[in-house]
């Protein structure tokens, strides 16, 4: 169980969100073997090679997080179980190479290399990005990787690079959320992050802007208000939160679990729709 708490399947939203984009709307999709093996990857396997290294290098900061211990956040580990972690993260991935070597081809190893190097270059134990804002948020275009290995599986045409850049707001959006949330501990473990050098209320200040411009360009790129709106009205809450409600306060455990549950559900409504509207492929070629 400690393994599964590792991979924090709360966030498997994210890698399960970019996978599903490119099949939106794809005809006996759900009877593709590839497909079932691409989107089990991208849950269990994928993350906890991400955030399994991301807690080995951590360890330090992670011993003050209230919030971890859980499979919402993350497990708890202890220095013994993360030493021995690395053997399991490759068992796990050699698990599913062969399957993915197949069906892909070889540029998949292209693809593995540089979800690889991406991942080691924020997390090197002493100069790792991580620590190096705000070159930390370009190491979230490591996720993007994800939707090639959706195209390559499952054989579908390219996206448009406005979608891109949508799911790299996205992905800057979901990580700075992480940093304001971990901002105590970061700070007890002086790991510096944008969130401890801009301080709580202005990295939510920047998590608004970032989200104001997916839902600009929901409604004047991809012309979908209904997608826009459902953007829209978790737009309100963050303005809310920091004018009137939390403002520089720290979230309390209770409050981030269900901020994280509340999280998930929105996430399933947004990909069930993306998915069935195919909102985001209006530009495909």
Aim: hydrophobic share 50%; charged share 15%; glycine share 6%.
């Amino acid at each position: 169980m400690t393994l599964l708490k590792l991979s924090r399947p709360g966030l498997w939203f994210a890698t399960i969100w970019l996978y599903l984009l490119p099949t939106s709307q794809m005809p006996n999709l759900f009877d593709s073997i590839p497909f079932w093996l691409g989107l089990l990857y991208v849950t269990f396997p994928l993350n906890l090679l991400v955030y399994g290294w991301n807690d080995i290098v951590d360890y330090e900061a992670d011993k003050f997080n209230p919030r971890k211990g859980n499979y919402l956040f993350g497990a708890k580990a202890s220095k013994e179980q993360l030493d021995k972690l690395w053997l399991k993260i490759i068992g796990v991935q050699l698990l599913f190479l062969p399957f993915l070597f197949y069906f892909i081809g070889v540029k998949f190893l292209g693809l593995l290399i540089a979800f690889c190097l991406i991942n080691g270059l924020y997390n090197l134990p002493k100069n790792g990005l991580r620590s190096r804002p705000p070159l930390e948020l370009l190491c979230q275009i490591g996720y993007l990787l994800i939707v090639p290995l959706s195209i390559w599986l499952n054989h579908t045409s390219e996206l448009h690079i406005y979608a891109y850049i949508y799911l790299l707001l996205f992905a800057f959006q979901s990580h700075l959320i992480g940093e304001v949330m971990d901002i105590e501990p970061d700070r007890k473990a002086g790991k510096k992050t944008t969130a401890t050098i801009l301080g709580i209320q202005s990295t939510k200040a920047l998590i608004i802007l970032i989200v104001a411009a997916e839902v600009m360009m929901l409604f004047y790129i991809f012309k979908d208000p209904i997608f826009g709106s459902m953007l829209g009205v978790g737009l309100a809450w963050l303005i809310i939160d920091l004018l009137l409600i939390y403002k520089s306060k720290i979230y309390s455990v209770k409050e981030m679990k269900l901020f994280a549950y509340l999280s998930n559900l929105m996430a399933i409504l947004s990909m069930s729709y993306v998915w069935w509207s195919g909102c985001l492929l209006l530009f495909r070629h």
